[in-house]
């Protein structure tokens, strides 16, 4: 099953901006080096790329090493991933589709 999310902020810059939309993937198999989509809360879903993944524990981290997160993303649960992102579209970029 496949979904749709908006970005907002700019911690996955440059390649995901504020305001693209993401093609995800409702799945729970994922690698290091994907970009997925995380239930940090009930209300709060953050896009993120696996860092490390060791006995069902990940390690997320932001593209953009400018920003500093408020969030630890170190030590979660795998079981909160909702998909893993597949494409995204970018109006800001002349409306460019890519691939992940």
Do not use: C
């Amino acid at each position: 099953m496949f979904d749709v999310a908006r970005v907002a902020g700019n911690s996955m810059s440059p390649l995901l901006l504020d305001g693209d939309i993401l093609l995800f993937r409702k799945r729970k198999q994922f690698a290091a080096g994907d970009i997925v989509v995380y239930q940090v809360t009930s209300e709060l879903l953050v896009v993120k790329r696996v860092d490390e993944i060791k006995n069902g524990v990940i390690n997320l981290i932001s593209d953009n090493q400018w920003l500093e997160s408020s969030l630890n993303l170190s030590g979660l649960s795998g079981d909160r991933v909702v998909g893993v992102v597949l494409a995204s579209f970018s109006k800001r970029r002349n409306f460019k589709f890519q691939l992940h």
